[in-house]
């Protein structure tokens, strides 16, 4: 069973950091079968898929976004992390979590998501 | 960038009705292909993957076709915990999603 938890603030002012980092309880975290992906989805809109890391770090990014986009892995923790850079209300979204069963595969398992506002 | 496209957009139904919802490619993903169920409120859910291969515990009454740009995904029997919003994602090149299909109760 795999569980999957985002967390982060829930409101980040215009061109600041939006930070989210995602908990994983599943011994998979270690298998280098799996990355982990970020998705976000625009309160009302569709599913846009951000980037994908394995435990190791190595990542992939939607190309829109790296420019702005770090991703990170600390294996000790279980965690993986999301860093946006001067982020704008187009940036507002639920920010999901996912097994990837990478890299840049299908999304088997997801968190629960964790809404970001990008607000003044 | 490959484009991912779904239609249609809305699609209204009834309990025990076959829908088939369509998922068209800018270019061949070969068999890249997999379609996820959203409820409001709750993460999406892996129904299919590969195309066509149905992800450990969704019922039969889903199923995947297609391959190069063209997919369907076709439920059968039409039950009240279907009405949801379908999206299907590629992932030959990253990972695009469509932009969704709504079905809803007629």
């Known amino acids: 069973q795999v569980h999957l938890q985002e967390s982060g603030p829930g409101l980040v002012k215009p061109s600041e950091t939006l930070s989210l980092t995602c908990t994983v309880s599943?011994?998979?975290?270690?298998?280098?079968?799996?990355?982990w992906a970020w998705i976000r989805q625009p309160p009302g809109k569709g599913l846009e898929w951000i980037g994908s890391?394995?435990?190791?770090?190595?990542?992939y990014k939607q190309s829109s976004l790296k420019s702005r986009l770090t991703m990170s892995v600390d294996r000790s923790m279980k965690q993986v992390s999301l860093s946006l850079r001067s982020v704008t209300a187009a940036d507002t979204a639920v920010y999901y979590c996912?097994?990837?069963?990478?890299?840049?595969?299908?999304?088997?398992?997801w968190g629960q998501g964790a809404l970001v506002t990008v607000s003044s | 960038d490959i484009q991912m496209t779904q239609s249609p957009s809305t699609l209204s139904a009834s309990v025990g009705d076959t829908v088939t919802l369509t998922c068209r490619a800018s270019?061949?993903?070969?068999?890249?292909l997999a379609w996820y169920q959203q409820k409001p409120g709750k993460a999406p859910k892996l129904l299919i993957y590969?195309?066509?291969i149905l992800q450990s515990g969704v019922p039969s009454r889903f199923s995947g076709s297609g391959s190069g740009t063209e997919f369907t995904l076709t439920i059968t029997s039409l039950q009240p915990d279907d009405f949801a919003t379908y999206y299907c994602?590629?992932?030959?090149?990253?990972?695009?999603f469509g932009q969704g299909t709504k079905v809803e109760i007629k």
């Open positions: 996912a097994r990837d069963r990478g890299p840049g595969n299908r999304l088997d398992s």
């Open positions: 599943s011994d998979s975290f270690n298998n280098t079968e799996f990355y």
């Open positions: 890391i394995s435990y190791i770090g190595k990542s």
């Open positions: 270019q061949s993903i070969n068999y890249w």
């Open positions: 590969d195309a066509s």
């Open positions: 994602q590629q992932y030959n090149t990253d990972g695009t």
